[in-house]
């Protein structure tokens, strides 16, 4: 399930949704992505998700279809907040089950790389020395040619 979301999220809510009726899942991971105060040397005072509805939420299914095709998942949650956010505020949440735990945390690194490269989101910082728009560092960009030998 995929949601596009203002509102934050609850993390004990999205886990016990993740393992209901789940009874030959043996592994949950899930991924929180916080809100930082710093990011590429900037303090940052808040941040903006801004995206085009209906757009972002087919590319994030494409993510997880990709994640389903390249490994035996159970279920796959994945919530991404937009609008105006403090700092320490829940970005994102990614919960997968699997049967076996190394293919769970591979399935949620994926996701976690191919939202931060793929998904059409666009990031605005606020931070001392005014606004600016969040580019792809090198690091994300790195994280994605594992997913591509």
Do not use: C, G, M, T
């Given at each position: 399930m995929i949601s596009v979301q203002q509102k934050d999220f609850n993390v004990g809510d999205e886990y016990h949704a993740l393992i209901q009726d789940a009874r030959s899942e043996g592994a949950v991971v899930t991924f929180v992505g916080l809100v930082r105060d710093v990011n590429q040397g900037n303090s940052v005072k808040e941040l903006t998700l801004e995206h085009y509805p209906g757009m972002t939420e087919k590319s994030l299914k494409s993510i997880v279809q990709q994640a389903k095709q390249r490994w035996d998942l159970g279920k796959v949650r994945v919530i991404h907040r937009v609008g105006q956010l403090a700092l320490?505020?829940?970005?994102?949440f990614v919960g997968v089950t699997s049967r076996h735990r190394e293919v769970a945390f591979e399935a949620c690194q994926f996701i976690m790389d191919y939202l931060k490269n793929q998904a059409p989101f666009w990031k605005k910082e606020s931070t001392e020395q005014g606004d600016k728009w969040v580019d792809f560092n090198?690091?994300?960009?790195q994280a994605m040619l594992r997913w591509q030998e």
């Open positions: 320490s505020d829940q970005i994102v090198d690091k994300d960009q």
